[in-house]
């Protein structure tokens, strides 16, 4: 467990719903996913890589909708640059490690706040 926090910490993530539009894996890369997502007219649109290729296809992703953190500082991941961070849970599956994801309903529409 790490260490525990105010709540005035945990304030500062700025969680949301995001549609993922497109989902690809870039030719530059054997392990991430790069998503495009749309998070609602207030914040627009969102490239997302993740380092997931190994347990999922981008087929999974596209129209669906996710938790995501939104105001992550970018970061260049290889040859791209990640705006933000979908929400998984570190998980096993057939005894190996596997993340998972969270779909979300239809009706959480893009760009709304996760508490």
Do not use: C
Not at 20 to 40: H, N, R, Y
Not at 53 to 79: D, H, I
Not at 89 to 98: F, K, L, P, R, T
Request: charged letters at 25%; zero cysteines; proline letters at 7%.
């Amino acid at each position: 467990m790490k260490a525990t926090i105010e709540y005035a910490d945990f304030d500062k993530l700025d969680l949301r719903v995001g549609l993922v539009t497109a989902a690809e894996v870039p030719t530059w890369s054997k392990k991430l996913m790069q998503f495009t997502v749309d998070f609602g007219p207030e914040i627009g649109t969102k490239t997302i890589l993740s380092g997931i290729q190994a347990w999922y296809t981008p087929e999974e992703f596209v129209g669906k909708r996710f938790p995501f953190v939104v105001n992550l500082a970018e970061r260049k991941m290889g040859e791209g640059v990640s705006q933000g961070m979908m929400i998984m849970a570190d998980g096993m599956i057939d005894g190996q490690e596997h993340p998972i994801v969270f779909p979300l309903p239809e009706t959480a529409e893009p760009g709304t706040v996760i508490r």
